[in-house]
């Protein structure tokens, strides 16, 4: 019953911003982590940043200073806002959550459906 779907993926020039978000919903006893990954054509899917539920973030050194994690918690959503983008940064995000559902007593990792980002030269 739980669904984790992102939003705001599109074509942006280079230099220019966009903003990711993820809702977490369903039978949702318990959200820890959310965070969001992304997977370039032909290479692994990697760690961009994560955020614990009391706030503390991580980030992959490449968007350090450029990308910004949040989350509103009333909500089960995370946000990924992404300035100064590069033509690197394209790829498909996905964003992750680890969730303790209603109906489960332990959690397990879920993933969005992914959504495309690319930034023009």
């Known amino acids: 019953q739980v669904q984790v779907v992102e939003s705001g993926g599109g074509l942006v020039q280079a230099g220019g911003s966009l903003r990711l978000s993820c809702v977490a919903s369903g039978s949702i006893f318990v959200i820890s982590t959310m965070g969001w990954y992304r997977q370039a054509p032909g290479k692994q899917r990697d760690l961009v940043a994560t955020?614990?539920?009391?706030?503390?973030?991580n980030y992959v050194d490449a968007v350090k200073g450029r990308f910004t994690i949040s989350r509103d918690n009333a909500k089960n959503t995370v946000y990924l806002q992404m300035n100064s983008l590069k033509p690197e940064d394209t790829a498909v995000y996905y964003c992750?959550?680890?969730?303790?559902?209603?109906?489960?007593?332990?959690?397990?990792?879920?993933w969005g459906q992914g959504t495309q980002v690319t930034v023009s030269s």
């Open positions: 955020i614990s539920s009391g706030g503390n973030t």
């Open positions: 992750y959550a680890r969730i303790r559902s209603g109906r489960d007593n332990f959690f397990r990792d879920y």
